[in-house]
């Protein structure tokens, strides 16, 4: 195991929220406007849900929180995996783990991208599902199971995107 000082955890935190933010730009762009003109005047909560995907949370909006929540984690896996395993797990790690935290973060990004380039009404099943699945294999498994710092704790916040992600659908 290397032995990272704290200069070099600063400067690849800084890395990674620098790559981040640049990366996440495109997820927050507006989304297209609709126009009043050719709406039908229909005063039903219904009519209204259904013209913007049928959803009480926007999907575009819950998309793009999704994307940079998840975006952030796999940034870390791909980045800087020593760094996300030592601030929420008491263990040590080597070379596998490094390895294998790599793939899975080139891995979430793949699918991030995809979410993000496929219509939205075929993303937001898949996406919604993902999120649920996640929660439970990953963060809620790892605080039943394993040693977790307080750190770990920022993960259960999948809680309130797996319940916004049902309110988009």
């Not at 760094?83 to 790690?93: P, R």
């Not at 394993?146 to 770990?152: F, G, I, Q, V």
Request: glycine share 6%; net charge neutral; charged share 10%.
């Amino acid at each position: 195991m290397r032995s990272h000082t704290h200069a070099q955890h600063t400067q690849t935190l800084e890395l990674v929220l620098a790559i981040a933010l640049v990366g996440s730009a495109e997820a927050f762009k507006a989304s297209p406007t609709i126009n009043p003109a050719i709406m039908k005047h229909e005063p039903s909560l219904t009519s209204a849900l259904a013209l913007r995907g049928g959803g009480v949370v926007d999907q575009g909006i819950w998309l793009k929180a999704f994307t940079a929540f998840m975006g952030l984690y796999a940034l870390g896996f791909v980045l800087a995996p020593a760094m996300v395993i030592e601030q929420n797990f008491d263990t040590t790690y080597d070379k596998y783990h490094l390895f294998i935290s790599r793939i899975a973060g080139v891995a979430f990004m793949t699918l991030l991208y995809t979410f993000n380039t496929i219509d939205i009404a075929t993303a937001i099943p898949i996406a919604v599902a993902y999120t649920c699945f996640t929660a439970v294999a990953g963060p809620l498994y790892a605080e039943l199971n394993l040693e977790t710092k307080p750190a770990h704790k920022v993960a259960l916040l999948m809680a309130p995107l797996v319940i916004s992600g049902f309110l988009a659908l």
